[in-house]
Nanobody, 116 residues
C-alpha cells in the first residue's frame, strides 16, 4: 500500500522554524522526484519546493527562497522541508508529493500556522 505521511506541522511564532517530514512506504521512494506543496485557506495549492530522486538538484518558489530547504534521506524513505524565518503568509496545509512519469502520490497534509 502506497503511503506518504507528513508530520512536523504546528503553531509557531513569526520568525520561528519548523521541520516537516514526509515518510514514504509501499514504493521505491529513491526513484521518485519529491515535492512540497501548500494550500492556504481560499487559495489554490502552490508548489513550494522540489528535489530530484538523487537529491542532486532542488528548486524553490520565489516566496520561500533563502528561507526553506528541501532535502531527502533515501535510506530512510523520507523527505524533509526545513522552514526558517517563518512568516504569517506561510500559514497553510503542507502536502508532500512523489512523482515519476505517470505515477503521482500525495500525502494527507500537515497544518502549519504562523501566528503570534
Amino acid at each position: 500500500q502506497v503511503q506518504l505521511v507528513e508530520s512536523g506541522g504546528g503553531l509557531v511564532q513569526p520568525g520561528g522554524s519548523l521541520r516537516l517530514s514526509c515518510a514514504a512506504s509501499g514504493f521505491t521512494c529513491s526513484s521518485y522526484g519529491m515535492s512540497w506543496y501548500r494550500q492556504a485557506p481560499g487559495k489554490e495549492r502552490e508548489l513550494v519546493a522540489t528535489i530530484t530522486s538523487s537529491g542532486g538538484s532542488t528548486n524553490y518558489a520565489d516566496s520561500v527562497k533563502g528561507r526553506f530547504t528541501i532535502s531527502r534521506d533515501n535510506a530512510k524513505n523520507t523527505v524533509y522541508l526545513q522552514m526558517n524565518s517563518l512568516e504569517p503568509e506561510d500559514t497553510a496545509v503542507y502536502y508532500c508529493k512523489a512523482f515519476r512519469t505517470r505515477n503521482v502520490y500525495w500525502g494527507q497534509g500537515t497544518q502549519v500556522t504562523v501566528s503570534s
